[in-house]
């Protein structure tokens, strides 16, 4: 047998023989796709063709693969606008956060700008009995238990006899009571008083504003002119360690060693207290039991005294090196304790006065 093949390629002539020439039926005349001499008998087969492609399954399929690339942007395009979102926000409340902190920062300095630091002559001279209440010199102990102080150190405002050197913070903002210091560390502050409204300087500067760091304040049960037993000043454990962000510092005992000291100067006289106890507290509700350091001011006898302090020296995390009698004065410092996830958790730092 002898097999013609060509492809595509017009002839003007036909090989011929004795056998019979097949042509597939629907070919172009004189247009040979492939030519064979067969024998008779033998049945002609053509090549097999590709399967025919189904159109539409393929759009099918096509359009499947597109919404499925729709899908996968859309997802990724509204993750895309959440992070967005999230990170302006973030950024947002990070800005507001530290520029509060400075704004803060510049209001506190420039309150300290209005203590009056001069030193008059007569201070080393001259005692007298100081009257809190009035002008007039007197057998009455000035806040903190000291029981004499130079008259010139004071000045008459509205009536009210108060240390000269705070008598323009005590002008600017009449709730100002004193002053807070503890060397070494960012606690540097003025402290107000509102008995009528104890947290009301929760959110507030010394100026009234709105402020995320507020001020510290007295507890409505403290009586710096009498003065309470006991005096407690609340602050916001700030993340830039302003107010009372430091005071958890407290935990450690090297810390402690060297910050033993705190000056709190009211309006009414000078004090100087060192640290007994520093200790994790809670805000109990009413129905619960346990150790209420918050509503300890004034003791009714020297057995609730020292029941206090075997409290807060049983909490102790430092080991003091003092402590306190009945009979002392002394102040507790108190703010949020943000470790762990229980709610009204505080650390908490008390002091006694020492000095005449």
């Known amino acids: 047998m002898v097999s013609i093949r060509l492809s595509g390629v017009p002839i003007c002539g036909v090989a011929r023989s004795t ?13 040979i796709y492939e030519v064979k001499i067969l ?36 997802v990724l395009n509204i993750l895309l606008v959440i992070f967005a979102v999230t990170f302006l926000a973030s950024g947002f409340f ?6 509060a902190s400075h704004q803060n920062k510049k209001l506190n300095d420039s309150l300290k700008d209005l203590i009056d630091t001069e030193v008059y002559p007569e201070d080393e001279d001259t005692e007298e009995d100081i009257d809190p209440d009035g002008n007039e010199p007197s057998g009455s102990t000035a806040q ?13 405002v509205d009536g009210k006899l108060i240390l000269r050197k705070f008598h323009s913070l005590y002008e600017k903002n009449k709730d100002f009571m004193g002053w807070i210091t503890i060397e070494d560390t960012n606690i540097d502050y003025p402290v107000l008083y509102t008995p009528y ?32 037993v006991n005096m407690i000043i609340y602050g916001h454990n700030m993340k830039d360690g302003s107010m009372f962000g430091s005071l958890m510092d407290y935990k450690d005992q090297d810390f402690y060693e060297a910050h033993k000291r705190i000056r ?36 009714a006898n020297e057995e609730e005294f020292n029941s206090f302090i075997r409290e807060v020296t049983g909490l102790n995390t430092i080991i003091a090196s003092t402590s306190a009698v009945y009979g002392d004065q002394l102040i507790t410092l108190s703010t949020c304790d943000n470790t762990g996830a229980k709610e009204g958790k505080r650390f908490v730092v008390v002091a006694k006065r020492i000095g005449d």
């Open 19 to 31: 056998s019979s020439t097949k042509m597939e039926p629907g070919r172009i005349p004189g247009f």
């Open 39 to 74: 024998d008779n008998n033998q049945e002609y087969k053509h090549p097999e063709e590709p399967p025919k492609r189904d159109r539409v399954r393929e759009f099918r399929e096509m359009m499947k693969t597109a919404e499925k690339k729709r899908r996968k942007n859309r």
């Open 264 to 299: 709190f100067d009211t309006i009414y006289g000078t004090n100087e207290y060192e640290v007994i106890a520093a200790f994790h507290g809670q805000i109990l509700p009413e129905d619960a039991e346990g150790f209420r350091y918050y509503t300890f001011h004034e003791p």
């Open 144 to 156: 903190g238990g000291s029981k004499k102080h130079s008259l010139s150190r004071y000045v008459t």
């Open 94 to 99: 990070l800005f507001r956060y530290f520029y």
């Open 197 to 228: 409204d104890e947290q009301k300087y929760l959110r507030k500067n010394f100026d009234g504003e709105y402020a995320l760091a507020g001020t510290l304040f007295l507890s409505a049960d403290s009586d710096p002119v009498k003065p309470s």
